[in-house]
């Protein structure tokens, strides 16, 4: 939640409690549990392209916001 107020894209497990909060695709990406392949993969995405971080981030501000309003 922090990292989402803060405007950071995630990258979580696929498991109960990210998924309440991180919409794959949109506000970050949700990897299956001991998925190296998929976690590096993401970063890689994430790492390579600015604009979606921003985008991510964002998105993500904007879900903790409707959050605690």
Sequence with gaps: ME?????????????????????????????PVNDIEATVKAIIKLTENKNLRVKMGGEGRKIIQELCH
């Design 3 to 31: 990292a989402m107020a803060a405007g950071k894209p995630i990258i979580a497990t696929n498991v109960r409690g990210y998924r309440d909060l991180v919409i794959d695709g949109v506000n970050g990406y949700l990897v």
